[in-house]
C-alpha cells in the first residue's frame, strides 16, 4: 500500500520469478499472489473474519507441499475487530440519514438536515414514545445489578420465564 504501481509491479515479479525470497504484502496485495510454493504466511494482527483467514492462509503449500500460517494478534485487536462490527449494525440499524452519517464517519459534515435520496430520507422510521418503556428497563437493571448480561435483561423484561430467571 502506497508504493507506485511500477514498484509495486517490480516486486511482484521479483518474488514470482524468486528473484526474491519475502514479500510483506497488505491482504488485497497477497490476495493476488498466485505461486504454488509459498510455504509461510504470516499475519501482523488478526484477520477479519474465518472466511479472511481461510482464503489467505490458503496461499501456503498450494502445491501440495507443506505451508506453514503463523498468526500474531492481541485481545486488543478483537476489541477493535468488535467495535468496526457494532460501527457497522449501527449504521445499518440507524435512522439518520446516511449520507450524513458516513460523511460525519470521514469527518465530513452534511450541514442539510437529510439528503433526500436515501432509504432513511426517503421512508422515515416511525418515531414512539418509549419513555415508559426506558424506565422500566432501566428499573429492572437497578434492580438486577451487574451480574447479568444484557439477553438476561431483556428475557426479564419481555417476561420470559427461563430456568436462569426462575433461579435467581
Not at 510455504?39 to 507441499?65: C, F, M, N, W
Request: net charge negative; with cysteine.
Amino acid at each position: 500500500a502506497g508504493m507506485d504501481a511500477q514498484t509495486r509491479a517490480a516486486n511482484q515479479d521479483d518474488f514470482l520469478m524468486e528473484r526474491a525470497d519475502v514479500i510483506v504484502a497488505t491482504i488485497a496485495f497477497g490476495m493476488g499472489i498466485d505461486k504454488p510454493d509459498v510455504r509461510y504466511v504470516i499475519h501482523y494482527d488478526i484477520p477479519k473474519s474465518l472466511e479472511g483467514y481461510y482464503q489467505e492462509t490458503g496461499r501456503a503449500g498450494r502445491d501440495g507441499g507443506e505451508g506453514h500460517c503463523l498468526t500474531f494478534y492481541s485481545y486488543k485487536d478483537i476489541q477493535i475487530g468488535k467495535l468496526l462490527l457494532l460501527e457497522t449494525v449501527s449504521y445499518a440499524e440507524s435512522s439518520m440519514c446516511r449520507r450524513k452519517t458516513l460523511l460525519h464517519y470521514f469527518g465530513e459534515e452534511y450541514p442539510e438536515e437529510n439528503c433526500g435520496c436515501c432509504d432513511n430520507c426517503l421512508h422515515p422510521k416511525p418515531k414512539i414514545d418509549a419513555q415508559a418503556s426506558l424506565r422500566m428497563a432501566l428499573e429492572a437493571l437497578r434492580d438486577l445489578g451487574d451480574k447479568f448480561k444484557a439477553d438476561y435483561l431483556a428475557s426479564v423484561l419481555v417476561g420470559k420465564n427461563t430456568a436462569l430467571i426462575k433461579s435467581y
